[in-house]
């Protein structure tokens, strides 16, 4: 089945860390660069970074520049967000998505996960 599938989103203390993970599943996405979106509630949906398919090109939204860091695993299937420092502020769902460059990671999407920063 072709999908992406997030995990590792959860309640955390401001100051705290998590990291999320994507998998993605199937032949559809490989060779496609990579990206994490989020949604906060009552927010538009924002752009959070995106990666190459090799891992060798990141780009980030100037907002998350120092604090969360992409990275692509082996297998390049797999993708996951270290975020540091975690504020009230990014509470959101965070999405997994996959396209044909860093700059067009919208073609395809996860279901979501949860990330909840108390204070």
């Known amino acids: 089945q072709e999908q992406l599938v997030e995990s590792g989103g959860g309640l955390v203390q401001a100051g705290g860390s998590l990291r999320l993970s994507c998998v993605a599943s199937g032949h559809t996405f490989s060779n496609l660069a990579m990206g994490w979106f989020r949604q906060a509630p009552g927010k538009e949906r924002e752009f959070v970074a995106s990666i190459t398919w090799s891992g060798g090109g990141t780009y980030y939204a100037d907002s998350f520049k120092g604090r969360f860091t992409i990275s692509r695993g082996n297998p390049k299937n797999t993708m996951y967000l270290q975020m540091n420092n975690l504020k009230p502020e990014d509470t959101a769902v965070y999405y997994c998505?996959?396209?044909?460059?860093?700059?067009?990671?919208?073609?395809?999407w996860g279901q979501g996960t949860q990330v909840t920063v108390s204070s």
């Open positions: 998505t996959a396209g044909p460059s860093i700059v067009l990671v919208e073609d395809h």
